[in-house]
């Protein structure tokens, strides 16, 4: 196990209240793994990401839980102490490269600083590294890209120099938060299948953060459904898609427009929307747009419960069947 | 339903980014470039294609944001391109637009009450008396409630940002709606509900949708027709399930490929196209995809090939069907 | 009539219960946001002292009563600088006229040439940078020019050039702080519009078949102005430093008008003999432009859409 999160909570604390934007998560990633978090805005899951890496910012603060990271627990750590860890054994990459990458400097610069503030290696072999890493993630003529300015690349191509610093001191967890929504569905397809081919070669855990149930079927091994901070399901990923449990994850599933699908019939809608984070209904936060919703549904929270390796948050499956 | 509602030919956008000191074009972008199609009323035509093809440009052109550099577009039978700007706006009434970013498309100081009566009330569509009326209607008609209408849009989220502009468009009852990607910034919850209601009003306004995204399996479920750009040319245009079941141009089968299945069981061979689009300032010459595309034939790189009928209403402008009619 | 009839069953809709709710008002929100700024309220306090004080003096003038302790312009050599005491709050000037009273009746002026001065280049600048905003291509260029001209020149130094050219007095220290300041407003008012105008609503006027008028007026000027309103704020209080500067050179307001600057022009001779001279009118110029620089800052706050939502 590399990763262990224990009850996370985290909050922000807004003039009109205290939004829980994550509540009491636990989730592990082995060594080597592709864990996905789906979840639509508000769901919460780049907060998580966010509090793993100790990334948060005011107002938000972690509220109780433990981020063990083998058997350290980052959630107890010093800033600097984090700093030591991040970027060299967790590393991050974002969705909007652009945005990570500092304008004013070449991008060999801004790897080879990110090598050497982590590993005790020469100018010049850190500049070796870094173009060999370019290299890897499939940057043409690596060697002549180095020199360029983040300004002087496409987006695709940022994203590849993003991942080439992320990995560049061969990190045991990569957070990938969503590396490509705001990329080209051509070049998303290269960068999903960058991401796998990067996992096999160093052996990395990735925790990959996404709205798109297309781009976790694609890479993910393991999937969590976040919805209103609370993970509604749990599931390696053939089980979720061939058996989803949660009516959430079902709706989702129906309401993507799919290729092989009739498309003359109407789309499958979840109705209503996602409540407002100041004002949570007492019950299961999707009980009120829920196809199923009980009595008790709006009034108490259903607790997330094991099937058998598949773990979900619905009254529908108490005791491990599905009571009809 | 054969009627054509609009037609373009030969539409071409060129936008100069830089001059020499003579004044004569140095960089030339050319956003769209030779394009042509028409759209049937009551249809809805998909146009996919990814960031930098031009699609967009392609809508604004309809709407009149933008004067086409050459070419014509018929609307009706009337060529919209000789009219002089008052005239010209007299047909604003018959093309809307539905933009993409809910957050920008709405004016944050008015409430959505006076942003769905702007268009009448400009318009002079109706009597004073009868907007307020109309309002309630047509908030009825995308689902929102009467009583938020003095609300201000910050308070919306969204998915109901996105039925105030819809309501907006279809204050004056337009012909055609231009979509462009109506719903690639929302949830993907929050994407059917807006896409079914898009259809809900197709059928019962009879509207006529150019339907612009950039992933196909949005436009499968809204469209009739689609049309794949790359790089400001059109390279395929078929029926919805033709292409769908028989993708002809190179990068129509890509851009297929390129989707992710919701199914991990059912992993699939995937063409994963080699390198970035490159620049419209610099397209390469013959076929713009030569760059990139997989099936090269040698004339790709000399001539651009053109769009042709392949099989009944199929068209594709690839050198691999067909030779070049110069 | 040139839209289809609503069905009449829909119609029974529509007349269904009618409830509305209220629009929340701007005005409002704004009020509650820079409520929680202390300085933006002590600023806001001190200008509505400061306009008090105006109102009070100048109506008092109007009706020939006397509200302030002496009458500011009448002279007595027999008791020029007194230093500040129980009779003279803030002591006499050399020609023995009350301070306290002098002060008192120059915010009147000060405050006015302010407002008005920023009113004059407020208007010229909103309209020039909208058309320039609005226009761009040779338009922008030609008037952006002309406000690159009059912003090489210090705009002292074109004030002094004006008042040089005209004359001294009231009205003609309006129009030469307001004269200078226009580029300002002009290049502020442009730059916004450049940044509204990308906006997709501003596209959706079009669309909807607005004209340009229109757009500018209803779509682009209302999400610009919370930053006009701000730079105006900040305005005064430069306009007022202005007045003080001309006064100062004596070339502003003329006697036996009470005007800050003059009056510091007029002492600084003494200002080792009877420093009080001087002192006090600077504080009054100081108080003036901070309060009106706090209230800016707080409204920048309280305007910005982004702090808000907080």
């Not at chain 1, 998303?188 to 081919?197: D, F, G, N, T």
């Not at chain 2, 020499?20 to 972008?29: D, Q, Y």
């Not at chain 2, 059912?266 to 995809?289: W, Y």
């Amino acid at each position: 196990m590399l990763l262990e999160v224990k009850g996370l909570s985290t909050e922000f604390k807004l003039k009109r209240g205290i939004v829980k934007a994550v509540d009491n998560i636990s989730f592990t990633i082995d060594k080597g793994e592709i864990l996905a978090i789906v979840g639509e805005s508000g769901s919460g899951k780049s907060v998580t990401s966010l509090s793993i890496m100790g990334l948060l910012q005011k107002p938000g603060r972690i509220a109780g839980g433990e981020i063990l990271f083998k058997t350290q627990d980052l959630n107890k750590l010093s800033q600097k102490e984090l700093q030591k860890i991040r970027g060299n054994k967790i590393s991050m990459i974002f969705q909007e490269p652009m945005t990570s990458l500092n304008p004013v400097w070449r991008i060999k610069t801004q790897i080879m600083e990110s090598i050497r503030t982590h590993l005790q290696v020469s100018q010049h072999e850190a500049l070796e590294r870094t173009i060999a890493m370019l290299d890897t993630v499939g940057i043409p003529s690596a060697a002549q890209r180095a020199n360029d300015y983040p300004h002087q690349m496409s987006g695709g191509m940022r994203q590849r120099v993003m991942t080439a610093m992320a990995l560049a001191c061969e990190p045991e967890l990569l957070i990938a938060d969503e590396p490509t929504t705001a990329l080209d569905v051509t070049i998303q397809a290269q960068i999903l299948e960058l991401l796998y081919r990067m996992r096999e070669k160093f052996h990395m855990a990735v925790l990959l953060i996404t709205h798109d149930l297309g781009v976790v079927s694609e890479a993910a091994d393991r999937v969590i459904v976040m919805y209103c901070g609370k993970i509604m399901e749990e599931a390696d990923v053939r089980t979720l898609f061939s058996t989803p449990l949660h009516p959430y994850t079902v709706g989702l599933l129906q309401s993507i427009p799919q290729l092989d699908a009739d498309s003359d019939e109407r789309l499958y809608m979840i109705k209503g929307m996602v409540p407002n984070p100041l004002n949570m209904p007492p019950g299961c936060p999707f009980s009120d747009r829920c196809d199923h919703s009980m009595q008790r549904c709006s009034q108490e929270m259903p607790q997330l419960q094991d099937i058998a390796g598949h773990k979900v948050r619905c009254f529908l499956y108490e005791g491990g069947v599905r009571v009809k | 339903m054969s009627e054509v509602l609009m037609d373009m030919q030969n539409l071409a956008k060129h936008f100069t980014l830089a001059v020499n000191f003579l004044g004569k074009p140095t960089a030339v972008l050319k956003a769209v470039d030779d394009v042509s199609f028409s759209i049937t009323k009551g249809e809805a035509f998909g146009l996919v294609g990814e960031s930098g093809c031009g699609k967009t440009t392609l809508g604004k052109i309809l709407v009149n944001l933008y004067s086409p550099t050459s070419g014509k577009i018929f609307f009706a039978g009337k060529d919209l391109t000789v009219l002089n700007a008052e005239q010209r706006r007299a047909y604003c009434k018959d093309i809307q637009m539905i933009f993409q970013d809910p957050y920008a498309s709405l004016n944050p100081k008015m409430t959505i009450g006076d942003i769905i009566a702007e268009p009448i009330i400009i318009n002079r569509l109706l009597p004073k008396s009868q907007v307020e009326e109309r309002v309630i209607y047509l908030l009825n008609c995308v689902g929102l409630a009467r009583h938020q209408r003095n609300r201000y849009p910050h308070e919306f989220s969204g998915g109901q940002r996105q039925r105030v502009g819809i309501a907006r468009a279809l204050a004056v009852e337009p012909k055609l709606i231009v979509c462009d990607e109506p719903v690639s910034a929302l949830d993907v919850s929050i994407q059917a509900q807006v896409l079914n209601l898009l259809d809900d009003l197709q059928a019962e306004f009879g509207l006529t949708y150019l339907f612009i995204a950039h992933g196909l399996n949005v436009v499968k479920h809204i469209s009739d027709r689609v049309g794949v750009m790359y790089l400001g040319k059109l390279v395929e245009i078929a029926p919805k399930r033709e292409l769908y079941a028989n993708p002809l141009h190179p990068y129509t089968q890509a851009l297929l490929s390129a989707i992710p299945v919701i199914n991990p069981a059912k992993k699939k061979e995937r063409i994963i196209l080699q390198g970035d689009v490159p620049s419209p300032i610099n397209p390469p010459a013959g076929c713009r995809f030569c760059s990139r595309c997989f099936k090269e034939l040698q004339q790709c790189q000399l001539n651009a090939p053109l769009l042709q009928e392949v099989a009944p209403e199929h068209w594709v402008a690839c050198h691999l069907f067909g030779a070049v009619k110069a | 009539m040139k839209l289809k009839q609503i069905s009449p069953l829909d119609k029974n809709l529509l007349q269904a219960a009618e409830y509305v709710e209220k629009p929340e008002s701007q005005l409002r929100a704004m009020w509650d946001t820079l409520r929680q700024n202390k300085a933006a309220v002590v600023g806001l306090f001190i200008i509505g002292c400061l306009v008090l004080i105006a109102l009070t003096v100048w109506l008092s003038e109007l009706l020939g009563k006397q509200i302030l302790p002496y009458d500011p312009n009448y002279s007595d050599m027999s008791k020029s600088f007194v230093w500040p005491n129980a009779t003279h709050w803030f002591g006499t000037d050399q020609l023995g006229r009350d301070l306290f009273s002098r002060i008192l009746d120059g915010t009147k002026i000060s405050l006015f040439v302010g407002v008005a001065a920023v009113a004059l280049s407020l208007t010229v600048g909103v309209i020039l940078g909208a058309i320039a905003g609005y226009r761009g291509g040779r338009t922008d260029a030609v008037i952006m020019r002309l406000m690159d001209m009059m912003l090489a020149i210090p705009s002292i130094l074109l004030a002094i050039a004006f008042m040089a050219a005209f004359g001294k007095g009231l009205d003609k220290a309006i129009f030469a702080i307001g004269l200078v300041s226009i580029p300002e407003y002009a290049r502020i008012v442009r730059g916004s519009i450049l940044a509204v105008k990308e906006n997709d609503y501003v596209q959706a006027a079009k669309i909807i078949g607005n004209r340009p008028r229109r757009i500018i007026r209803k779509h682009i000027l209302p999400n610009v102005i919370s930053v006009i309103v701000v730079r105006a704020t900040l305005g005064i209080s430069t306009a007022v430093l202005d007045t003080a500067a001309l006064g100062f050179l004596g070339l502003g307001v003329q006697p036996p008008f009470a005007e800050w600057g003059d009056m510091l022009g007029r002492a600084r001779g003494f200002i080792f003999t009877a420093p009080y001279t001087l002192i006090f009118p600077g504080i009054a110029i100081t108080i003036t432009v901070l309060a009106f620089n706090l209230l800016g800052d707080g409204l920048r706050d309280a305007l910005d859409p982004k702090s808000r939502i907080k």
